[in-house]
């Protein structure tokens, strides 16, 4: 169990991040991607990336292991604006004594399974070629595993950002940690959280920022030795069939079917984030009617849902604010 304490000025600097960061998510899906048959939600996912690999990330595959820690400076604290190109360069940029350390500090790492690339020495001692040569590993991984699927991971890690500003307008900072159970439990001043290992963090006035992530899975992560304001990562709910990869007739074809007067006043609604029952009753339609909208425009990728406690919460993706915004979208009658 990971023990997070908490000051009065850490409770007023707790920070949401609304993006997935490309770092933790290249970290994170590294190890579902070698946890076969674990994790169903990614099995399709899996399957049509291991063929896109081969030949990429020899020296990434070195750093990031199947468990355990992983060098720190892989993932350097809070996420700027999600871009990867902006993401890898913090990592090149990182200074010479950090590399040291944290790579020092993995080859001591008793759940170390392989053995450190040859090119780990020369990255530890701020190689220019060795980090060329991580920075096209990272961006080469990004392009293969991620990018093709970064508007699907997008839509997810929103509707978990929903989920969470409404814990937060509702409920206040409380409201926001309940919302994170059974993953983590807030006892004030301390939050419990589900952890391999047994540690105290005391943020001593740094704040704390909680960052989703899409491939985090069962439990949150935090770095070993965090520098500056500390970062939880955190699992997001998942949809299955999320990486199926639709055809760009199927796509259409689901686009076709969402036009009309209820589903455009569906997702204007969505926009703040709606459950089922809240919808029924502005709309003043059923909530059956309403879950066969919110399927059709969840196919067409313009809407997510996630489920907490005995509500299901939808909210807009980035595509259906697109065609929201579009000036072709009036709707005919639904």
């Known amino acids: 169990m990971l023990r997070v304490h ?9 920070r949401l991040v609304a993006v997935p960061d490309p770092l933790w998510e290249i970290a994170n899906s590294f190890t579902v991607l070698g946890q076969a048959n674990r994790h169903v939600a990614f ?70 399974r392989r053995p ?24 080469a991984y990004h392009r293969a595993a991620l990018a093709p699927f970064w508007p699907r991971v997008r839509a997810q890690v929103d509707a978990d950002g929903a989920v969470r500003a409404r814990a937060l307008r509702d409920g206040g900072i409380e409201g926001l940690l309940a919302s994170f159970r059974p993953m983590m439990r807030w006892r004030h001043p301390v939050l419990e959280v589900d952890y391999p290992a047994v540690r105290d963090l005391r943020l001593d006035g740094r704040g704390l920022v909680l960052q989703p992530s899409f491939f985090c899975v069962r439990r ?29 007739a199927h796509r259409t074809k689901a686009l076709g079917a969402v036009v009309g007067r209820t589903r455009a006043a569906l997702l204007e609604e969505v926009v703040s ?22 399927g059709a425009l969840r196919a067409a990728g313009l809407l997510s849902s996630a489920r907490r406690s005995r509500s299901v919460l939808h909210a807009i993706t980035p595509a259906g604010l697109a065609l929201l915004d579009s000036p072709h979208s009036a709707p005919v009658d639904a």
């Open 6 to 14: 908490f000051t009065p000025e850490d409770i007023a600097r707790i």
């Open 273 to 294: 984030a709606r459950t089922t029952g809240e919808l029924a009753r502005r709309l003043d339609i059923s909530e059956a009617a309403v879950s066969q909208h919110t």
């Open 220 to 248: 949150p992560i935090t770095l070993v030795e965090p520098e500056g304001t500390p970062v939880l990562v955190h699992p997001i709910q998942h949809t299955l069939g999320w990486g199926g990869g639709r055809s760009a």
């Open 43 to 112: 099995e399709e996912w899996r399957r049509r990336v291991r063929p896109r690999l081969a030949g990429i990330g020899r020296l990434l595959a070195g750093l990031l292991p199947m468990r355990g820690y992983f060098p720190d400076f892989l993932t350097p604290g809070a996420c700027g604006d999600g871009a990867p190109e902006n993401a890898v360069e913090r990592v090149l940029t990182t200074p010479r004594a950090r590399l040291r350390r944290d790579l020092v500090r993995f080859a001591a790492s008793p759940l170390r």
């Open 116 to 139: 450190l690339p040859p090119e780990a020495r020369a990255l530890a001692e701020g190689s220019p070629d060795a980090l060329r040569l991580l920075g096209a590993d990272l961006h």
